[in-house]
């Protein structure tokens, strides 16, 4: 049998039910994602087009009629990179091909702007959770794609999502209409 998005989405549907706080449903939201990544029977050829111009290509695999449990496939050309920014939700993001490297950053211990506080490699066949406050920025290295799947608890485009200037701490509203470089 497969555990394919209708299956993620019916456990991130009843963990909602079940969970009270964001650190509960992002752990429930890993297991359910682990079992989707274990089972692969979600990923197309199609998922690993990407905008040559924007670096990356995203396609909506399923969101809620309320905007939650977003489910992207994105597929990274190499090199591609974003700046610092947050998703103002909880976001689990699987590599299912290549390798995405995540700088998660904090304030800059001068008390201005922000800094590396931590660089955590994604490999293929792992994952990471980031909580809404989180801030962190995607670089993916070497010479091919990288193939990966993005569990959002709100669709990114219904959330007040910051792009951050590491150099200032300026952050500035971001959308999909106007995505990070």
Do not use: C
């Amino acid at each position: 049998m497969t555990y394919g998005i209708n299956s993620l989405v019916e456990d991130l549907r009843t963990a909602r039910d079940q969970e009270s706080d964001e650190q509960s449903m992002l752990a429930a939201a890993k297991l359910a994602v682990g079992k989707v990544m274990k089972d692969g029977s979600w990923i197309k050829p199609e998922y690993r087009i990407y905008d040559e111009e924007l670096r990356y290509g995203d396609v909506l695999l399923h969101e809620d009629d309320d905007h939650s449990f977003a489910v992207f496939a994105i597929a990274w050309a190499p090199g591609a990179t974003t700046p610092p920014h947050d998703h103002a939700t909880w976001v689990v993001i699987a590599t299912a091909e290549g390798e995405e490297v995540n700088t998660l950053w904090g304030q800059a211990s001068e008390g201005r702007g922000y800094e590396p506080a931590r660089i955590i490699n994604v490999p293929a066949g792992e994952m990471i959770g980031l909580t809404g406050n989180d801030i962190h920025s995607v670089d993916v290295p070497g010479d091919a794609l990288t193939l990966s799947l993005h569990v959002y608890g709100t669709h990114p485009d219904h959330t007040p999502r910051s792009q951050f200037n590491p150099e200032t701490g300026h952050a500035s509203t971001y959308t999909s209409d106007n995505p990070v470089a």
